[in-house]
């Protein structure tokens, strides 16, 4: 049993040891034109609440949570159809289009993204590339395979008798779906929406290929903190403070979902 346990074992070491490094490099200060640090500090954190970093948090959440929002409502009849109809060619053909944006690499996708968006496909009536609306629709894009998956599970486990025994009391069909069908995919829906939230929470390829420098998220300044200015201390404050914001997200959600269980 210690054998089997023992790649695990190797894999949480690593991680902890990525994560201590994480956290002292948070703490220490940065010396402007030298890769050596100083002494213990918090400046790093005062630095994240100036207003050009501060900016990036805010945009960061806002985008994040546009994208779970619109990565639901664009999903869920994807999902409901792939988990309801009684065609075995429509559900095939369903689940290969949900499945294929995963044989192709963020990249690619992304670099497609930036030809239909760029008006070399299609002429949009407003401008989408290096937008935020452009960077939203690449993360929705992204999202939505993920989020289909999960919806399509949580509904393939509803009882379809109560949506009957609704019917069969008067209900109509749209008052069936929100008093009885939603309800019970919550599992579902919360599940996507923190693994959504959480995903975009990180995103990096898809704003700065989709944002062209213009659109600013975490991972975003990370980077240039990290790789442009050398200021390595800066980028692990600001990945320290990213990481402290997906934990409150998970821990809120369990708390929800442990709420709702029987």
């Known amino acids: 049993m210690k054998l089997l346990l023992a790649p695990s074992l190797v894999v949480i070491a690593v991680f902890a040891a990525a994560l201590t490094a994480l956290l002292r490099y948070s703490v220490v200060e940065f010396v402007p034109g030298s890769l050596k640090t100083g002494g213990l500090t918090a400046d790093n954190f ?29 999903s869920y009849p994807v ?6 109809t009684r065609s075995s060619r429509v559900r095939s053909a369903l689940l290969v289009l949900t499945l294929a944006p995963f044989f192709s690499g963020a990249i690619v996708r992304t670099y497609a993204w930036v030809l239909v968006l ?28 993920t989020m ?37 995919s919550m599992p579902g829906v919360v599940s996507g929406c923190v693994l959504v939230f959480a995903w975009t929470l990180s ?8 944002g062209g420098g213009k659109v600013k998220m975490i991972a975003n300044v990370v980077r240039d903190l990290a790789l442009d200015s050398f200021n390595w201390p800066g980028g692990a404050a600001f990945a320290v403070v990213a990481l402290a914001v997906t934990l409150s997200i998970l821990a809120a959600a369990g708390r929800l979902t442990s709420g709702r269980a029987p």
Not at 60 to 74: H, Y
Not at 151 to 176: F, K, M, N, Q
Not at 203 to 210: R, S
Request: net charge positive; proline share 6%; with cysteine.
């Open 46 to 74: 005062r630095a994240v609440l100036a207003r050009q970093y501060l900016g990036a948090v805010w945009d960061t959440l806002l985008l994040s949570a546009a994208t779970t929002l619109c990565t639901l409502v664009a």
């Open 79 to 84: 999902a409901y159809a792939l988990a309801r």
């Open 118 to 145: 760029g008006n070399t496909v299609v002429t949009w009536p407003v401008p989408l590339l290096f937008t935020e609306r452009g960077v939203l629709i690449g993360l929705v894009h992204f999202s939505m395979p």
């Open 148 to 184: 289909i998956l999960l919806l399509a599970a949580a509904l393939s486990h509803i009882d379809p008798v109560y949506e009957r025994a609704a019917s069969s009391l008067g209900a109509t069909p749209a008052r069936v779906f929100w008093r009885v069908t939603l309800p019970l």
């Open 203 to 210: 995103a990096f390829a898809t704003p700065e290929l989709l």
